[in-house]
Structures are given as structure tokens and as C-alpha cells.
């Protein structure tokens, strides 16, 4: 161990090459959504296919990589020094584009962000045939499950798709994992947190057939199991304290939306109700206070999304942020891909405009806005009690005592001023600004406590979310814009699957009940198949079908469609109903994959199978993954000791709506907590560095898949970072503290500790040299909490810490 210490090679030595599908993915849709459009209405109508104005032709990729007459346009991933930038932003000696007139703020800043992001193009391709007869689309199956030879592999139904798969390809699965391995797997797959040594070695002392169901039971049971997979769902769900895109302000009560999140996993909340409340808590019926504060909760699902509070026309934040909440209902929901209808009909899947301003009415019937002009404010419910009104009002009184009480000696301090004034003369019209100087000094210390004053009010409690609007119906927009209305669409289902699942709208309200109602419709075949995905995706480090978020033409077929279907069935299939289903039960699921031979096989490489199936496709060996960023910094907090489990609140120390960025826009968010990673704030545009660095998703869109990049600021940070150098110093103080051990006890102890298991006697070598390094090195510490921490830092900084195989 003390031997392989690079964090930037994959498990067994390989450097890994960085790579960021979904990353790429996210790119181009922002693409799509905001650069191509933009292109196409300020640009090529002089630099398009039929005219291209200086040598410059702005519709093909390859024409904006060149750039014209003048030489490129910008060096991708380098904003700085763009001469695009220069000249839509028309700075001085830069050619003004576009001609007479300047794009807007927000225009210039979707421009900027994309070339910062590498300029990302989705690459041309055949469109496929935009047919209903695509697989996803097709009513869910309940395929028996197949023959094989090995049956005595087959521990469930699962094995039995799997091995089918494996046997058609002439491969064999993989024997089991050893148990330190399958319980380090399980721990942070269902917490997110190493397990301790005591927990290994009980159940590698358990030698029961059910030693290990009774591990996946204690983890499904703990609160942290809540904690780890609501993680999953917020990358969905794009959930961020701030709103993002133009000016960062605090969105105060996001933070609830994320509690409800975890407890509802921690609940087992059925998923289709978990679904529903997401998307009509509101409107659902409740038979209590509590029920319907958590209902209104749940509705943050889409309206904590990005927004531009800025914008200056009120019609296009509007219909922007209607398109953002509507595009991520389709690709968190059914893996439908709605946002690329907003101009025309969609390219590849039976998506028309017509069925997405259906949609879209539904949620221009939905207020997400308290107020639409200036200031701009997003709604939300209150959840205000009376101890919480009593507070208010109390407040309130005070204030309005001191207004009377500064009134009162504005008064007397006019009189006083007035008697000071010769016969005759008149009182200036502002009294204050003559006032004596003790008056003024007594008059601004009783003005300025007012202020302080009315800072320090409580706020009431409140939840951002949906409620009731107006039901209105929309036009189509040709091309997407407001200004150029086509045929009126009424509110509806997309025809799709509308045919198979009958929708009543109705005219008294908005139809989010009844698009709930349709998501959830036994007839529709997307919803269980999409969620059966993410919680294999995140299992086994891919999806059945790879693109979690798009399960339309553009997305990837599935590996094992027949395992897809069995799962999808038996997921929403009521337990009571003949055969038994898992009722739309996550805990179940779970429990269904993890008790399977296929999640339990080792991860150990086998030249023979790798060279049939080298991206381990059929799922011949359990995948090896690095830790996400929450797990990493999770993990070092617990190894020193001082990770702080307590559970919800915000740590953002600022008030409901107040901007992020002061004055000389510095973020001043800090992240020194000692709470799990969950709980840190997410700024939108300002993501924590160690999150970055560590491939945490973008919180302005639905993130069903994250990268993993492997770069040696990684590594760099592991060496340097205080969060590192802090952990290590107190494991040092412990190891420190135990004087009655001797180095080689002490070294035991340590890999116990940190790695959860014994260490061999290399290592033990190994490590005695490291330490007459060290101690060589720093002869005033010879045995002291530095040296100690030197050493348990190594194995902080080791693969196997951070890494599950």
C-alpha cells in the first residue's frame, strides 16, 4: 500500500483518460438550447448557408472552428481574448455585431459560458425516423426469465438475464466478492460512508445464508441510506440553494425541498407517490397540517430551477423558466427530451410543437412567481405556525415603537429648534438639518437602530414551490418566440401515448394533477423503466440503458432489454397482486439487486473475458469505481473522527432572497463545516472547488449519470488541500496518544482504521521504512502526532481509500 500512493491511475495501475460523457451531454443541450438558437435569429441570416458576410459562415461547426476573413473566432475553452466576445459585446476597436444594435446580457453571458465549456457541437448524425415505434415506447413486457446452463448460479431472477447474456457471448461470471470487499460495496452504494472495522469484521465472522441480507436490512434502516440516494435524485432534480444564470440570489428555503427528499427515501415513500407529490403536491388531498406542509414541500421539485431574475422582458423569463421546469419533468419523469420541440417539432422523436405548448400551458397555468415585474420574487407557500406569526407580530410592534419613539423626539427636537429661533423667523423646511449637534447625534443613533431593527425580523417559514395559476391555454410560438404566435394548442398530453392513456382536462385548473395521473399511468411505459434505470445506473456504474436521461432515438438502446422490462414490471407491480411485485418500493429494489450473484461478483480482471467484453458490457465482474466528491471528503471527515452526522438545515448564512455575491462579487459561502457533504450549500455558476474538481454534476440541469475524470489537481489536492492535512493531523494525535504500542501495532491499527481491514505483512514492512524516512527527515518528531499523520495521510491519499471495487 505504501508503495502505489497515485490517486491519478485507475485500480491497478492503468492512467486513466479523462472522461466526461455526461458532462459533454449537458453541454450540448445548453447548445441547443441557448447558443444554436441564438445563431440562427442574430447571426446567419449573414452568416448562413445562403450568405457569409467576411468569409464567415456561422450554422456548421467546422465554419465557426475556422472562423472568417479575420481568422478565428476564439480558442475553445478560452473566453479570453475572444474576438466573438469582443464584437457582440462591442468593445471599442472590435466590429459591432450584431450591426445597430447590442444582445442582450444574458445573450452575450450563454456565449461566453459556451466557449468557456469547450464550445461543445453535437456532431452531425442521420436522423432516425421519428416513429412511435421506438423500443421505449412500447408497452412494458414481462418476459419469463431464460434458461441457462449454470443454473446454480442463478440466485434470482436477475442472475438469470444476466447469465443469459454472458452464456451467449461465451463468458462466465465472476466468483463472488471476497466479504471485506462486498461490504465496503454495500456501505457506501447504500450510505455513502465507509463501514467501520467493527462492521467488517462481524460480518466476516457471520457465517449464516443470510449474513449478508442482513447487512443490506441494517444499511436500508439507517438514516444515512436517505442521505445517499436523495444525493442521487438532487442531481436529477438540479437542485441549488441560489437561482443561478444571472444575478446569484439565495434561494432560503431550497433547503427543504432537499430535506423532504431525504426523509422520503428514508420513509420508503412508494415512488409513484414520491413522483406525485413532486409534480401536484398542491393539489393532492391531505388529512393533516403535516401532510399538506410536506405536500406543498414536495412542489420545489420544479421550481427550485435555474432562473433569470433579470431578464428584462417579463414574457421571456416567463416562457424560459416554463421550458426549464417543462424539459425537466420529460427527462426526470419518462427520459423524454420535451425542450427540443420548443421551436419546431422534434427531430427524432414523435415529439410536435403542438404537443409541447400542450405542456406548456399546464405550467403557464401554474404559479411559480409571486410577482413577475420588478423585483422579482418566486412563490412560495408558507408554512408559518402561530408561534412563528406571534413572533412576527411582536417584532412588528416593536418597530412600530421606535418609529413612534423617533417621531416623538423629532418633535421635541423641532420645538427645541423653534424656540432657539429668532422672533419671526420660520422653521427651515427639513427641521432635522438644523437640528443642534446633540439633537442630530440622538436623532441618527435612534434611526440607525431602527434599521438594525428591521434586519433582524424573523422570517416566517416558507417553502419555494408551485401552487394554482389562471388556467390559460398557449399558442404555438414559431421558432420559439413569444413575438411570432401561431394556432392556439389546447392543455393536453403529448399524442405520443396520449391515445393509450385517455386525459380529461380540465377548465378550472391548471392539469398538473391529471400530467401527474398520465406519468404514472399503467399504459405509460417510460416512467418505471426510467426509474429501474437510475437505481441500476448507480449501482452497477452504468445503466441498462447508458443515457439515464434520454430514452428517446438519440439515447443509447438498452444492454438487457428484457431484464429492463422484468424489473420495470415487477417495480410497479402491487405486492399484493398475483406473483408479488415490490409496489413501487425503492428499499425493495434494492434489496431485489443487491441479494442478486450478479451484484455480488467480484471485480477482479480476467484477461480471457476482458479481451471477449472489454468495457464489461454483459456485466461478467462487478465494476470498480472511484468515490464521488460527497463520499470522498465524507469518508476522510470519518476516518479523522470528526464528521458531524446530524441531519438538515441550511449552512448558507443569508436571508431569503439575498444576493449571494456582495458589491465586489466575491462568494463569501464557506465550506469548513464538518457536516456531511449533502448538507453544503450549491451555488449555482460558483460550485465548491472540491466538488468541481471531484466531477460534481451541474445544478442548472437534470444529471441522471456523472463523469469521472482522473487529473493531477486530484491528486495535488489530496497532498495539500487543509481538508486533507487537517484529518491526517488528528488520526496522527490518536495514533500519538497510543504510547503503549509499538510502530508495527501502531501500523495495524492504522490500515484497520482507515482501510477497514488487516494489513499484510509487506505493507507492515513497508511502512516501518516509510516511518525511519520520516523520522530521518524530521529528528524532533520522532514519534509524535506529525509523524503519525504523515503516515495515515498516505494511506488517505491511497487508491484503495478511495476507491470500490
Request: aromatic share 8%; net charge positive; hydrophobic share 40%.
Amino acid at each position: 500500500m505504501f508503495g502505489s500512493l497515485c490517486l491519478t491511475a485507475r485500480p491497478g495501475g492503468a492512467v486513466a483518460a479523462p472522461q466526461a460523457p455526461a458532462a459533454a451531454a449537458a453541454g450540448e443541450r445548453r447548445f441547443e438550447q441557448h447558443v444554436r438558437p441564438l445563431l440562427v435569429e442574430q447571426c446567419q441570416s449573414c452568416h448562413g448557408a445562403s450568405r457569409q458576410s467576411g468569409g464567415l459562415r456561422l450554422d456548421l461547426r467546422e465554419s465557426v472552428m475556422k472562423g472568417g476573413k479575420s481568422g478565428a473566432l476564439f480558442v475553445p475553452g478560452k473566453p479570453e481574448g475572444s474576438r466573438l466576445l469582443a464584437a457582440v459585446k462591442h468593445l471599442s476597436g472590435a466590429p459591432q455585431m450584431p450591426p445597430g444594435r447590442k444582445l442582450s446580457d444574458v445573450q452575450i453571458g450563454a456565449l461566453e459560458q459556451w466557449i468557456a465549456a469547450g464550445a461543445p457541437w453535437p456532431a452531425a448524425r442521420p436522423a432516425p425516423a421519428r416513429s412511435a415505434n421506438h423500443w421505449s415506447f412500447q408497452p412494458i413486457r414481462v418476459p419469463a426469465p431464460p434458461r441457462v446452463r449454470q443454473a446454480a448460479w442463478v440466485k434470482n431472477p436477475i442472475d438469470a438475464f444476466v447469465l443469459s447474456r454472458l452464456e451467449s457471448q461465451s463468458l462466465k461470471p465472476n466468483p463472488p466478492a471476497d466479504r471485506m470487499a462486498l461490504i465496503r460495496r454495500a456501505n457506501y452504494d447504500l450510505t455513502g460512508l465507509p463501514p467501520t472495522a467493527e462492521e467488517v469484521e462481524a460480518f466476516v465472522a457471520d457465517r449464516s445464508p443470510n449474513a449478508f441480507e442482513k447487512v443490506v436490512d441494517r444499511l436500508l434502516a439507517s438514516p444515512h441510506y436517505g442521505e445517499r440516494w436523495g444525493r442521487h435524485w438532487l442531481d436529477v432534480a438540479r437542485y441549488a440553494d441560489t437561482n443561478g444564470l444571472d444575478e446569484n440570489v439565495h434561494y432560503g428555503n431550497a433547503f427543504r425541498y432537499r430535506d423532504w427528499v431525504v426523509e422520503a427515501f428514508n420513509r420508503d415513500v412508494p415512488y409513484n407517490r414520491f413522483l406525485q407529490e413532486q409534480l401536484a403536491g398542491d393539489l393532492l388531498p391531505a388529512s393533516s397540517d403535516a401532510e399538506k406542509r410536506s405536500n406543498n414541500i414536495a412542489t420545489g421539485f420544479l421550481a427550485i430551477g435555474p432562473k433569470v431574475i433579470s431578464e428584462v422582458d417579463d414574457t421571456k423569463m416567463e416562457m424560459d423558466a416554463i421550458d426549464e421546469q417543462l424539459d425537466t419533468m420529460g427527462r426526470v419523469t419518462m427520459g423524454l427530451t420535451f425542450g427540443c420541440a420548443r421551436c419546431h417539432d422534434h427531430k427524432f422523436d414523435p415529439i410536435s410543437q403542438k404537443d409541447y405548448y400542450a405542456l406548456a400551458g399546464i405550467f403557464k397555468s401554474t404559479r411559480f412567481m409571486q410577482t413577475m415585474s420588478k423585483p422579482r420574487m418566486w412563490f412560495e407557500h408558507s408554512l408559518a405556525g402561530p408561534e412563528d406569526q406571534a413572533k412576527l407580530d411582536a417584532h412588528t410592534a416593536r418597530v412600530k415603537a421606535h418609529e413612534a419613539e423617533i417621531a416623538r423626539f423629532t418633535r421635541e427636537a423641532t420645538a427645541r429648534l423653534e424656540a432657539s429661533l429668532p422672533a419671526g423667523a420660520a422653521l427651515p423646511s427639513k427641521p432635522e438639518t438644523s437640528f443642534n449637534a446633540e439633537d442630530k447625534k440622538q436623532l441618527a443613533a435612534l434611526k440607525s437602530a431602527l434599521d438594525q431593527l428591521k434586519k433582524d425580523a424573523p422570517e416566517l417559514p416558507g417553502a419555494i414551490g408551485l401552487s394554482e395559476g389562471k388556467p390559460v391555454n398557449l399558442p404555438i410560438h414559431i421558432r420559439g418566440s413569444f413575438l411570432n404566435l401561431g394556432e392556439m394548442v389546447p392543455r393536453g398530453m403529448p399524442s405520443l401515448l396520449a391515445s393509450r392513456i385517455p386525459t380529461q382536462m380540465p377548465a378550472d385548473h391548471s392539469g398538473r394533477l391529471e400530467l401527474s395521473q398520465f406519468v404514472l399511468a399503467d399504459q405509460n411505459p417510460l416512467t418505471a423503466r426510467v426509474a429501474v434505470n437510475r437505481v441500476w445506473r448507480w449501482h452497477f456504474g452504468k445503466g441498462i440503458v447508458a443515457s439515464t436521461d434520454n430514452f428517446g432515438a438519440l439515447g443509447e438502446k438498452p444492454s438487457h432489454p428484457e431484464l429492463l422490462d422484468w424489473l420495470a414490471a415487477r417495480f410497479k407491480t402491487p405486492t399484493d397482486a398475483a406473483g408479488g411485485g415490490l409496489g413501487w418500493s425503492l428499499k425493495a429494489l434494492h434489496r431485489l439487486v443487491m441479494l442478486s450473484n450478479t451484484y455480488q461478483m467480484s471485480s477482479a480482471h480476467r484477461p480471457e473475458a476482458a479481451a471477449v467484453d472489454p468495457e464489461n458490457k454483459w456485466l461478467w465482474r462487478a465494476p470498480i469505481r472511484r468515490l464521488e466528491a460527497e463520499e470522498i471528503r465524507d469518508s476522510v471527515l470519518t476516518s479523522a473522527g470528526s464528521l458531524d452526522r446530524s441531519m438538515g438545515g441550511s449552512l448558507l448564512p443569508l436571508k431569503n432572497r439575498e444576493y449571494v455575491f456582495d458589491h465586489t462579487s466575491k462568494d463569501l459561502t464557506k465550506y469548513d463545516s464538518t457536516r456531511r457533504s449533502l448538507y453544503l450549500p450549491v451555488v449555482r455558476n460558483h460550485v465548491y472547488d472540491f466538488f468541481q474538481l471531484f466531477d460534481f454534476g451541474d445544478a442548472a440541469v437534470p444529471q441522471g449519470d456523472r463523469s469521472t475524470t482522473t487529473v493531477a489537481p486530484q491528486a495535488l489536492f489530496m497532498m495539500n488541500s487543509d481538508l486533507m492535512i487537517d484529518a491526517a493531523e488528528r488520526i496522527g494525535a490518536r495514533l500519538a496518544e497510543r504510547t503503549e504500542l509499538g510502530d508495527t501495532e501502531r501500523l495495524k491499527l492504522m490500515y484497520r482504521e482507515l482501510l477497514a481491514r488487516p494489513s499484510n505483512p509487506r505493507e507492515i514492512e513497508q511502512g516501518r521504512r516509510l516511518l525511519a524516512r520520516l523520522r530521518t527527515a524530521a529528528p524532533g518528531d520522532a514519534n509524535g502526532p506529525r509523524l503519525w499523520g504523515w503516515a495515515a495521510q498516505v494511506l488517505l491519499m491511497s487508491n484503495e481509500f478511495v476507491t470500490v471495487r
